[in-house]
């Protein structure tokens, strides 16, 4: 088992910044590690994801430029850095663990763990 635990999320105005933090604990392997987004009412959506060695990340069109993925093996730690930040990204924010190391999945089905999630608001 893994467990993965947020934390980094609040209230910001708009043209601000946030950094999400996703720490993993328990059973140690290798997984690329990805971010979603969730709203009421709609489905969980892919914002970023970053392979198991860090070289490789993906990023969803709507946060392309404005947020920025990383990731610390040694701390077992994940990074969402979000510049620019719009009403729009309001929503409670995932992270989650894939066993598949590339970080080419883009579909919440497709991971194998998560964490409980963390809100962020952004006001205009």
């Known amino acids: 088992q893994v467990q993965l635990v947020e934390s980094g999320g609040g209230l910001v105005q708009a043209g601000g910044s946030l950094r999400l933090s996703c720490a993993a604990s328990?059973?140690?392997?290798?997984?690329?590690m990805g971010w979603f987004r969730q709203t009421p009412g709609k489905e969980r959506e892919f914002v970023a994801s970053?392979?198991?060695?860090?070289?490789?990340?993906y990023y969803a069109d709507s946060v392309k430029g404005r947020f920025t993925i990383s990731r610390d093996n040694a701390k077992n730690t994940v990074y969402l850095q979000m510049n620019s930040l719009k009403p729009e990204d309001t929503a409670v924010y995932y992270c989650?663990?894939?066993?598949?190391?590339?970080?080419?999945?883009?579909?919440?089905?497709?991971?194998?763990?998560w964490g409980q999630g963390t809100q962020v608001t952004v006001s205009s």
């Open positions: 989650a663990a894939d066993f598949a190391v590339a970080g080419t999945s883009f579909q919440p089905g497709e991971y194998d763990y």
């Open positions: 970053i392979s198991w060695s860090g070289d490789s990340t």
């Open positions: 328990g059973r140690t392997f290798s997984y690329a």
